[in-house]
């Protein structure tokens, strides 16, 4: 038993589409909804003590959803970093994108430069976003830049431990997750932060991601300080 606030939270923010079907609604309400409650677990985490908030909005897999759901998918993201930057302004948030940026559009991309930027030295909340974000995609990615590093005779295969994957990971500078959060009732990790969990606590809650709220957040935080951990304290 502790009181610790975990440094960390990762969450697998799932059920938008159910939320909505529940209410006669199409899918794409359930997420703008999702993203309304962004904003409000930005702000109950910061003010719960939490300094790294991880969140995936959009998977590798992902693509595969209708291409009217992508499409407005795409659309809430673009209109959500506008909302996110603002606050970000206001309250000292450090935000960044994990993921593949290169298969997302211009305009996205554009927007998450000036995020990322504007925001890289506040010292507030370090929330990460991850939109086309897939573990094994990421891992893929870092295995290629280091082959590639080595094939030019800048590195040796003796460099390549754990300090070095991880601080070539998307989430490099970032410690791992204390404590992972997926709701709406699914318990699996769907390709989410496959290294950086290796020690992370997991909390499943069957309320749908559009209705977590800051009580949630707490329950999820005391069942987090009633685990016995291991190797995964900083
Ligand atoms: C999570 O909600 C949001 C995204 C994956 C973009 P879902 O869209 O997965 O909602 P369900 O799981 O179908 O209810
Ligand atoms: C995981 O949710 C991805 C995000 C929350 C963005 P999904 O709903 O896409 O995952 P699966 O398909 O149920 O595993
Ligand atoms: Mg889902």
Same mark, same amino acid.
């Given at each position: 038993?502790? *009181?610790?606030?975990?440094?960390?939270?990762?969450?697998?923010?799932?059920?938008?589409?159910?939320?909505?079907?529940?209410?006669?609604?199409?899918?794409?309400?359930?997420?703008?909804?999702?993203?309304?409650?962004?904003?409000?677990?930005? #702000?109950?985490?910061?003010?719960?003590?939490?300094?790294?908030?991880?969140?995936?909005?959009?998977?590798?897999?992902?693509?595969?959803?209708?291409?009217?759901?992508?499409?407005?998918?795409?659309?809430?993201?673009?209109?959500?970093?506008?909302?996110?930057?603002?606050?970000?302004?206001?309250?000292?948030?450090?935000?960044?994108?994990?993921?593949?940026?290169?298969?997302?559009?211009?305009?996205?991309?554009?927007?998450?430069?000036?995020?990322?930027?504007?925001?890289?030295?506040?010292?507030?909340?370090?929330?990460?976003?991850?939109?086309?974000?897939?573990?094994?995609?990421?891992?893929?990615?870092?295995?290629?830049? %280091?082959?590639?590093?080595?094939?030019?005779?800048?590195?040796?295969?003796?460099?390549?431990?754990?300090?070095?994957?991880? *601080?070539?990971?998307?989430?490099?500078?970032?410690?791992?997750?204390?404590?992972?959060?997926?709701?709406?009732?699914?318990?699996?990790? *769907?390709?989410?932060?496959?290294?950086?969990?290796?020690? %992370?606590?997991?909390?499943?809650?069957?309320?749908?991601?559009?209705?977590?709220?800051?009580?949630?957040?707490? #329950?999820?935080?005391?069942?987090?300080?009633?685990?016995? #951990?291991?190797?995964?304290?900083?």
């Amino acid at each position: 038993m502790g *009181s610790e606030i975990p440094a960390h939270v990762a969450i697998i923010m799932d059920g938008n589409g159910r939320w909505a079907k529940r209410r006669n609604m199409p899918r794409t309400y359930g997420h703008v909804q999702g993203a309304k409650t962004v904003e409000k677990i930005c #702000r109950d985490a910061d003010e719960l003590g939490i300094r790294y908030l991880t969140l995936y909005a959009f998977s590798t897999e992902n693509w595969n959803r209708p291409g009217g759901e992508v499409e407005a998918l795409m659309e809430l993201f673009h209109k959500y970093l506008g909302i996110c930057y603002k606050n970000a302004m206001e309250n000292d948030m450090c935000c960044r994108i994990i993921g593949d940026k290169t298969r997302l559009s211009q305009k996205l991309r554009d927007s998450m430069a000036k995020l990322e930027g504007d925001t890289a030295d506040h010292k507030g909340l370090h929330l990460q976003l991850a939109i086309n974000y897939g573990a094994r995609d990421e891992i893929a990615r870092m295995v290629r830049h %280091t082959v590639e590093e080595a094939l030019n005779g800048g590195l040796s295969v003796n460099d390549i431990d754990e300090d070095y994957i991880s *601080s070539h990971l998307d989430t490099a500078g970032i410690p791992d997750p204390d404590l992972l959060i997926r709701t709406c009732g699914e318990q699996r990790i *769907s390709n989410y932060l496959l290294w950086q969990c290796a020690y %992370t606590e997991f909390y499943y809650t069957d309320t749908a991601w559009p209705d977590f709220d800051r009580d949630e957040l707490v #329950r999820a935080i005391n069942a987090y300080q009633d685990r016995d #951990r291991r190797y995964g304290k900083v």
